[in-house]
């Protein structure tokens, strides 16, 4: 059974940086589109950030673009967020997800599209 560890949360100043990881295990990472997703208080479960399995595409949310950036590290079957310039409105709880791709230039930014998720970690922007 795939699973999916998340580590890097915490609280952080507005302005300043955080960088999450996720570590899979159970199955073959490098056949796998990740991504990363955040749901604040009342609100759904919305994308962030996305990579093919190869690491060659990734796509992100307009509310991260040039702040955020997914990578990836297949021989450590590791994803990686690193997030700079933080705001209040980054306020949530930050979820991996991963699902196997035929495609090694694919990505997916659905919630629907991935079958595999991590329990989630906070991350708190003061301001």
């Known amino acids: 059974q795939v699973q999916l560890g998340e580590s890097g949360g915490g609280v952080v100043q507005a302005g300043g940086s955080l960088r999450r990881s996720c570590v899979v295990s159970?199955?073959?990472?490098?056949?796998?589109?990740m991504g990363w997703f955040s749901q604040a208080p009342g609100k759904e479960r919305e994308f962030v950030a996305t990579?093919?399995?190869?690491?060659?595409?990734?796509h992100y949310a307009d509310s991260v673009g040039g702040r955020f950036t997914i990578s990836r590290d297949n021989a450590k079957s590791t994803v990686y967020l690193q997030m700079n310039s933080l705001k209040p409105e980054d306020t949530a709880v930050y979820y991996c997800a991963g699902r196997p791709s035929h495609s090694a230039f694919l990505y997916y930014t659905s919630n629907d599209s991935y079958d595999n998720w991590g329990r989630g970690t906070q991350v708190t922007v003061s301001s």
């Open positions: 159970g199955g073959t990472f490098s056949m796998y589109a």
């Open positions: 990579i093919a399995r190869t690491g060659s595409r990734s």
